[in-house]
């Protein structure tokens, strides 16, 4: 579950290539439109950008294996003029029709405040009340976002969850090239050369060629 269209593969990509290749069945959420704070609210290139995204998720997911892909068109870089009651509901349902096992979202605290009410409204839908198919909350990092918050609001990204992406990290950036658009050169963090370095990084930390990392929000075992 992402903020915003290119969250969702940079954070857990290759996360969800494995997950398909396993055999389960995985839906992408993207909350926001993701383009519109870039142009002012009444013009029309905001449509036409909105609705590429959506293509370009539409794309990369079909990359990574799955086409459940969900749009909900929260606006761009302004999901704090939203009541979070509206954020939670819309993941309410979806946990509703879906019954997930494994929840992937955003970090708390991340340098974006999409990013922020993304996690707090998971934290809220995704309770894990008695009964729930639920067993696991993880938090992805994601790239020019979590780093650039420097660890100075309250939540800090300390990953505990490693995931041997070893055989799919050129899935995620296939499907990062789908995004190519929202990509920039190096040494920018989300460019295709440091999310490669990234992903090889956190996978020398546990002895494989790469990995995505998480922490871990609760896991019931």
Request: proline residues 4%.
């Amino acid at each position: 579950m992402a903020a915003h269209p290119d969250d969702e593969v940079l954070g857990c990509g290759g996360i969800i290539a494995r997950s398909v290749a396993e055999g389960h069945y995985v839906t992408v959420a993207i909350l926001g439109q993701g383009a519109s704070s870039r142009y002012s609210a009444s013009s029309s290139e905001v449509v036409t950008e909105v609705a590429e995204l959506e293509e370009m998720s539409r794309r990369a997911a079909c990359i990574l294996g799955t086409n459940d892909v969900r749009h909900f068109g929260l606006p761009d870089n302004r999901f704090d003029s939203v009541d979070l009651l509206q954020v939670v509901k819309i993941l309410e349902e979806l946990a509703r029709e879906l019954r997930p096992e494994v929840i992937y979202t955003q970090h708390g605290g991340d340098l974006n405040i999409d990013h922020t009410i993304t996690f707090r409204a998971a934290m809220t839908a995704f309770r894990p009340v008695p009964g729930t198919d639920l067993r696991s909350l993880f938090a992805f990092e994601v790239a020019s976002s979590t780093e650039w918050a420097f660890g100075k609001f309250a939540s800090i990204f300390v990953p505990d969850t490693f995931v041997d992406i070893g055989s799919y990290l050129e899935l995620k950036l296939q499907a990062l090239a789908a995004y190519e658009r929202e990509m920039r050169p190096f040494p920018h963090p989300r460019s295709f050369e440091a999310v490669s370095n990234q992903a090889k990084e956190r996978g020398a930390r546990i002895g494989v060629s790469a990995a995505e990392a998480l922490l871990t929000v609760w896991r019931r075992v």
